[in-house]
């Protein structure tokens, strides 16, 4: 009877971790999935760059077209730099903001759950640990109670 109960106790440990390991599985596809976003928003950055380098290219052309316009023209093109200038400056920095912000929260978010998730495990397995040794240690003194010989 005790060893059913042991052999009981024992696959309910076993279930508990295999529960376990499959929450850390379910945490590490949520980190995978984190990190896909990023990758995604890297992307999303390199292509408004992309886009911002091919905006400066006709910034330039524009620049040359209008210096043969005059007087009026050069007025006209030095505040266009300037608020051109001023916008990229504040683009930049807005989404550099929030780019960040968001990179920061989502690594976090991954980090702590992955560490909790961890912590967790660790305290479950060294439960589980103490707990199959208890078990061995009153089976094997269970075991030197049987009398092997017969009179």
Known sequence: ????????????????L????????ELTLTYETCNSRLAL???????????SASANTQLGSLQKLSSSLGNDSRQLRSEFNALATSIRQTMAVEFSQALAS??????????????EATHDLRAKYRFEFRQRKL????????????NPYHS
């Open 41 to 51: 928003t890297q992307q999303e950055l390199s292509d408004a760059q992309a886009k």
């Open 1 to 16: 009877r005790q060893g059913s109960d042991l052999q009981a106790t024992l696959q309910e440990r076993e279930e508990a």
């Open 135 to 146: 078990l061995y240690n009153k089976l094997q003194e269970l075991q030197g109670l049987i």
């Open 102 to 115: 968001s990179c920061q929260a989502i690594a976090d978010g991954a980090s702590s759950a992955i560490e």
């Open 18 to 25: 295999t529960k376990t390991r499959e929450q850390l599985a």
